[in-house]
């Protein structure tokens, strides 16, 4: 190891003595789990996920051959033996991760080949949904029992595909609002995790899982008042982008900020998505559907995330001035104002165009104050994908197209060579 | 920090439950197939397959619509309780509808409504629940395509064997002309080796 270098070196030249070389190296063994045992932990889970899947084929090949009573037998088995293994792990006094994780994860699948089994055996109907809302309630409680760290994230999975299969993937749907009573019951775990671990991998793997889980499930309320949703939506990336800004699931990095990351995202798909003419010409056609919007479960579902967008906007502002404000943070609001607007004329579709352009611009200047390369290249890509969008389409001719990109290009290069050689000169 | 005892607890609870549930849907059955009353529901079978639970094939039944006096309050996805009676030739068929759990003497299904057509939208389209039966993977495609032979000889017909007690139902098999079609496909699969 570099350190163990650095430390020797640090000893001979007399800065340090041999006592706090000591402490600095028992310090950084303290800090790193050994990458071997990490290791394990990695193939453990993906060993388990395996075998839990291949078991669950196995099972849906439907023997034949097989009595009733044996296939009921088998369907019992690999529960029972992970349930034992379960409990040997609790009962062990000190027992490695990779041991209650893979023992977890073997544990989830077993539950899901059992009740697939029987259901199978006995031709029990229930769509998929059913099956694994089963499933899932059945698993819940391991996640504070076992105390895993993919427990959580396996159960996140599930109720999402769950969500997905009862109201975009099966007809008749409905709203699975199960999903949200779920989805509440695994969140005292992850306020937990952030709070005792905030530098955790799994807990940057939750801030991916959770966020994109919501992103997919608020749209099964779209079936009346649709319109609503794309208000719910940009509140909701809203609200991602401020939690991300507040820090309030971890470090401040982008790459450990998937909150951050997912709320920019999103937003800027639904301001492309919405800078087009006749997505605001369908939603003047589809005016009267917005008629009883008192009544619309997506009203509220939207009024709701936007009001807890509006309460980490105002926290976020009590760190933060204004200027010092990032500009997608109060961009939910904007989109609102504009929503109002649409109602009256379609119009509006020139003022996203604006937002967008107003945005990639601020996102190039703050990349340049603050001379980071990801930002300032960030910013460059929303303006060349707006101009692409806009541009290319249209009926102008290959030489106005083609001198379009080149200018692009040239600004991609000169921005960026710029920057550096501005680094150069400061550094 | 939680006693360990506790955790140990817990866990012993979850445990049983998740032994329980499948269990419970095993017993279920069980009871309806020992002392339910059987019905032949007239079919025609198609095969989907499941990711979980592998290849089956969808029933639909002959006898799933029924006229209702016109503008009665019914909804699509609606619990239903189905009345049945068989006919002359040994098949059910729906006597009536009920909100309301009929009464011990009568045959009932619980069902649920699956839409509502007709111009005066009067005819109610139920969806029974045994609709799916499981097959071996490489049966489930002979089951449909032996199905299919069936059809071109019209003498023959395709049913549903299925318990029903106190309105809850279990599917026992799927028959054509009164031999299963797993016994079909088995030895249509023997004589193609």
Request: hydrophobic share 50%.
């Amino acid at each position: 190891m570099s350190i163990q270098k650095d430390i020797r070196e640090l000893i001979e030249a007399g800065i340090i003595t041999s006592e706090t070389a000591k402490k600095i190296e028992e310090h950084y063994a303290k800090k790193s789990s050994s990458p071997t045992n990490r290791l394990f932990v990695v193939f453990g889970i993906l060993g388990a996920i395996l075998v839990g899947l291949g078991i669950i084929l196995m099972i849906a090949h439907n023997w034949d051959e097989l009595s009733k009573t044996t296939k009921t037998v088998l369907a019992f088995l690999p529960l029972i033996l992970s349930q034992f293994l379960c409990v040997y792990i609790l009962l062990k006094k000190s027992v490695s991760k990779a041991w209650v994780e893979s023992a977890t994860t073997l544990l989830f699948f077993s539950i899901g080949a059992c009740i697939s089994l029987i259901s199978q055996i006995y031709h029990i109907p229930g769509n998929l949904s059913s099956l694994l809302l089963v499933w899932m309630v059945l698993f819940l409680p391991l996640i504070y029992v076992m105390k895993s760290s993919v427990a959580p994230l396996l159960y996140i999975v599930g109720i999402t595909y769950y969500a997905a299969e009862a109201s975009y993937f099966s007809y008749p749907n409905f709203v699975p609002y199960a999903y949200w009573g779920l989805l509440l019951a695994v969140l005292p775990q992850y306020f937990i995790l952030a709070k005792k671990s905030p530098k955790s991998n799994y807990l940057t793997l939750e801030n991916i899982v959770i966020p994109l889980s919501v992103t997919i499930a608020l749209g099964t309320f779209s079936s009346v008042g649709s319109y609503f949703m794309y208000v719910a939506y940009f509140s909701l990336f809203g609200l991602f982008y401020n939690i991300g800004a507040n820090n309030l699931f971890g470090s401040n990095k982008t790459r450990s900020n998937p909150y951050k990351v997912i709320g920019a995202l999103g937003t800027l798909t639904l301001l492309f998505v919405s800078s087009f003419e006749w997505f605001w010409l369908e939603a003047i056609q589809s005016k009267n559907e917005l008629e009883n919007w008192i009544t619309y479960v997506s009203f509220w579902v939207a009024l709701g995330i936007t009001v807890l967008a509006i309460f980490y906007l105002l926290k976020l502002l009590k760190t933060k001035s204004i200027r010092e404000l990032p500009i997608f943070a109060p961009l939910f609001l904007v989109f609102i104002i504009l929503f109002g607007l649409g109602q009256f004329s379609s119009s509006v579709w020139i003022l996203i165009n604006v937002v967008i352009l107003a945005v990639s611009i601020l996102t190039i200047i703050e990349g340049a104050k603050k001379e980071h390369l990801g930002i300032l290249n960030f910013g460059l890509a929303i303006i060349t994908l707006w101009i692409i969008i806009r541009f290319l389409n249209t009926d102008l001719s290959f030489i106005i197209r083609g001198l379009l990109l080149i200018t692009i290009g040239v600004g991609f290069f000169t921005a960026n060579y710029l920057m550096l050689k501005k680094r150069k000169t400061n550094g | 920090m939680v006693n360990k005892k506790t955790i140990i607890t817990v866990f012993v609870i979850v445990a049983i439950i998740q032994l329980a549930v499948p269990a419970k849907m095993i017993w279920d059955k069980e009871s309806i197939l020992k002392t339910g009353k059987e019905f032949k529901f007239e079919t025609a079978p198609v095969d989907p397959s499941d990711p979980f639970r592998g290849k089956y094939i969808t029933l639909e039944f002959k006898e799933n619509s029924y006229k209702i006096q016109s503008g009665s309050e019914w909804q699509e996805g609606e619990e239903v309780y189905v009345i049945l009676n068989t006919n002359s030739k040994g098949f059910a068929t729906i006597k009536d509808l009920s909100k309301a759990k009929p009464d011990e003497g009568l045959d009932y299904v619980k069902a649920t409504i699956q839409y509502i057509t007709g111009p005066l939208l009067d005819n109610v389209i139920v969806s029974y629940p045994f609709d799916r039966f499981y097959m071996e993977e490489s049966k489930a495609y002979e089951a449909e395509k032996a199905y299919n032979e069936t059809q071109l000889d019209s003498i023959k017909t395709t049913y549903a064997l299925v318990n029903i007690k106190k309105g809850n139902a279990a599917l026992k098999d799927v028959m054509i002309d009164g031999v299963s079609i797993i016994d079909i496909v088995n030895e249509n699969q023997h004589k193609n080796k």
